[in-house]
C-alpha cells in the first residue's frame, strides 16, 4: 500500500518564503515520478511541478518559475518544493502526488495523492 503524506504549509507574508515536504512510502523499491499541484479557493486544481522519476525531466508551470524549486530528498521518493517570493496567488492548497510510471502535468496520470496542505499568503 501506498501512502503520500506533505508537510511544511502555513501562514506567510507576501514576499516570504515556505518550503513543503512530501514522502511516499510504499512496498516496492521503485523511484516515482512526483510533483506538486494546487487548488486555490473557488478554482480547480491545477500543476504546479512535476519532476520524472528518472530525474532527467521537470515541468514547472510558468507562473511559479524562477520562484519554485523542486528537488528530491536523499530518502527515496521524499521531495520538497521551496517556495519563495510567495504572493497571494499562490494562496491554495498544496497536494503532493506520485506515480510509479507514468509522468505528465495531467492530474489523471497520478494515481497517488496526499491529503493536501494549507499554504495562505498574506498582503
Known amino acids: 500500500q501506498v501512502h503520500v503524506v506533505e508537510s511544511g504549509g502555513g501562514l506567510v507574508q507576501a514576499g516570504g518564503s515556505l518550503r513543503l515536504s512530501c514522502a511516499v512510502s510504499?512496498?516496492?523499491?521503485?523511484?516515482?515520478?512526483m510533483g506538486w499541484f494546487r487548488q486555490k479557493p473557488g478554482k480547480e486544481r491545477e500543476f504546479v511541478v512535476v519532476d520524472k522519476w528518472s530525474g532527467d525531466t521537470t515541468y514547472y508551470q510558468d507562473s511559479v518559475k524562477g520562484r519554485f524549486t523542486i528537488s528530491r530528498g536523499n530518502a527515496k521518493n521524499t521531495v520538497y518544493l521551496q517556495m519563495n517570493s510567495l504572493n497571494v496567488e499562490d494562496t491554495a492548497i498544496y497536494y503532493c502526488?506520485?506515480?510509479?510510471?507514468?509522468?505528465?502535468?495531467?492530474?489523471?496520470?497520478?494515481?497517488?495523492w496526499g491529503q493536501g496542505t494549507q499554504v495562505t499568503v498574506s498582503s
Open positions: 510504499g512496498e516496492d523499491a521503485l523511484t516515482y515520478s
Open positions: 502526488v506520485a506515480d510509479k510510471v507514468r509522468f505528465g502535468i495531467q492530474e489523471e496520470v497520478y494515481d497517488y
